[in-house]
């Protein structure tokens, strides 16, 4: 089975950092992309970014929200996803998910599996 | 204000079937191919559908999924009372360089 769990959220001052990881099992990590979302308190599911595996070049992409704050790398050898998150706003405040991307039969992308989220509080 | 557009409610008996919409635009739903996902309180989204109508392994072939234009449908036949939960639809935007949502629509069942 599938399991991805997300860790490394908390409480944090605006401006500050934070890292959560998603680590990965009962796959083959390297093979897939793989993909940030959030969802603030009363709001809806909003996208943050998503990094391609390796075999299509390990790029990532983000929304417009966060570039140039949220960085997402990989650790194929660990099965683990991060999300470095940089000069953190209120407005980061959210419950963080990561998601697999298998390709469908045309070669698009889709979110497979959810983890359960873990929480991120930007708060003075 | 999601990207997509979901009713914030369905409702329906057991037995019967509804559906329910999800409206975009050209640069999503209109070229890209619309997910839907069922979410329990508590727990993380479930995909039930991909590729506008393919259902993944294990989810039941009650769940149907269709696209005409900019606007998608998933609908649940034979409706049943583990049904009732929040339910997304999701696309890629083309404009936005990203994935966009719809709100979530609340499904009672009676």
């Known amino acids: 089975e599938v399991q991805l769990v997300e860790s490394g959220g908390g409480l944090v001052q605006p401006g500050r950092s934070l890292r959560l990881s998603c680590t990965a099992s009962?796959?083959?990590?390297?093979?897939?992309?793989m993909n940030w979302f959030r969802q603030a308190p009363g709001k809806g599911l909003e996208w943050v970014g998503f990094?391609?595996?390796?075999?299509?070049?390990?790029?990532?992409e983000y929304a417009a929200s966060v570039k140039g704050r949220f960085t997402i790398s990989r650790d194929d050898s660990k099965s683990i996803a991060y999300l470095q998150m940089n000069s953190l706003k209120t407005e980061d405040t959210a419950v963080y998910y990561c998601t697999r991307l298998p390709f469908d039969s045309s070669g698009n992308y889709y979110m497979d599996v959810w983890g359960k989220g873990t929480t991120v509080t930007v708060s003075s | 204000q999601s990207v997509l557009t979901q009713p914030p409610s369905a409702s329906g008996t057991p037995g019967q079937r509804v559906t329910i919409s999800c409206s975009g635009s050209?640069?999503?739903?209109?070229?890209?191919?619309v997910n839907w996902y069922q979410r329990l309180p508590g727990t993380a989204p479930k995909l039930l559908i991909y590729s506008n109508n393919q259902r993944p392994s294990g989810v039941p072939d009650r769940f149907s999924g269709s696209k005409s234009g900019t606007s998608a449908s998933l609908a649940i036949s034979g409706l049943q009372s583990e049904d009732e939960a929040d339910y997304y639809c999701?696309?890629?935007?083309?404009?936005?360089?990203?994935?966009?949502f719809g709100g979530g629509t609340k499904l009672t069942v009676l």
């Open positions: 999701a696309a890629w935007d083309d404009s936005l360089n990203g994935w966009v």
């Open positions: 050209r640069s999503n739903i209109g070229t890209e191919p």
């Open positions: 990094i391609r595996s390796k075999a299509f070049g390990g790029t990532t």
């Open positions: 009962g796959l083959t990590f390297g093979d897939y992309a």
